[in-house]
């Protein structure tokens, strides 16, 4: 079975800055992409941050330049360092795993994990 599970989020003022974790365990033999996605009250999910097996980055318009994705496939960990937050970052914010393959010969399916709520004081 296999789990992603996120940690550090919590309370912060605006201009300050937090990095979230998301570990992948289980029997795990590939994952292509990892993302981060978002979801304010009211709001719906959107795309935050995604990285893919080979490094390539995607960001949405309203991140770039504040927050940077990187991941560790030795660990399949993948990190979420947000700069610069403002109160709009304000969200429970969520790991994806992409393609998570458990042996060679299966197309792999999507994981996510049960979110880790940020909020941003002004």
């Known amino acids: 079975q296999v789990q992603a599970v996120e940690s550090g989020g919590g309370l912060v003022q605006a201009g300050g800055s937090l990095r979230l974790s998301c570990a992948a365990s289980?029997?795990?033999?590939?994952?292509?992409?990892m993302g981060w996605y978002r979801q304010a009250p009211g709001e719906q999910r959107e795309l935050v941050a995604r990285?893919?097996?080979?490094?390539?980055?995607t960001y949405a318009d309203s991140v770039k330049g504040r927050f940077t994705i990187s991941r560790d496939n030795a660990k399949n960990t993948v990190y979420l360092q947000m700069n610069s937050l403002k109160p709009e970052d304000t969200a429970v914010y969520y790991c994806?795993?992409?393609?998570?393959?458990?042996?060679?010969?299966?197309?792999?399916?999507?994981?996510w994990g049960k979110g880790t709520l940020v909020t941003v004081s002004s």
């Open positions: 990285i893919t097996s080979g490094g390539s980055t």
């Open positions: 994806n795993l992409g393609r998570v393959r458990t042996t060679p010969w299966n197309y792999g399916m999507d994981y």
């Open positions: 289980g029997s795990i033999f590939s994952i292509n992409a």
